[in-house]
């Protein structure tokens, strides 16, 4: 007898999965089995002081791991700005490190090269100045946004 293809892949999926769920229950139990004397016998051994400790050292581990994925996420931010250039972390533009000029990151992540033009205030609110920049290729639309604090110069 011949089974349907999708039936076969079910079926050896099922027994699969059956099987792993027993080599779990079976390792839940030994372990069981295993941590209660252990947590009976060592547990009024240790000591306030080795439990702030512990304590210490897994917030310290904790912390570390908090930055770890903090210093990634930023890292694949970044990642697609080729060299000689700067993102800009508040209106996400790239700025070319030698010049100072802008560049669409959109289109750089893309290795096209796009300056971007306009720069014209639309908006002067309290101390900030809003410069709008928009990109060259008719296929991206990028545009973003850049607030400059106005320093007011007093004269006497
Ligand atoms: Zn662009």
């Given at each position: ?70 210093w990634l996420h ?83």
């Amino acid at each position: 007898m011949r089974l349907p293809e999708p039936l076969k892949e079910r079926l050896i999926q099922g027994i699969i999965t059956g099987f792993l769920g027993a080599l779990g229950y079976a390792l839940s139990m030994l372990a069981a089995d295993v941590t209660l004397p252990l947590i009976d016998h060592v547990w009024p051994a240790v000591t306030r002081r080795t439990l702030l400790w512990l304590c210490l050292t897994l917030l310290l581990v904790l912390g570390g791991f908090a930055w770890w994925v903090w210093w990634l996420h930023q890292k694949e931010e970044m990642a697609g700005i080729p060299k000689g250039f700067t993102q800009d972390l508040k209106s996400g533009m790239a700025v070319e490190d030698a010049t100072g000029k802008f560049f669409c990151s959109r289109c750089l992540i893309q290795k096209r090269k796009s300056q971007l033009y306009g720069g014209l205030t639309t908006s002067r609110e309290r101390n900030v100045e809003t410069h709008a920049w928009h990109c060259k290729v008719k296929e991206c639309g990028g545009s973003y946004l850049q607030m400059i604090e106005i320093q007011r110069v007093r004269r006497k």
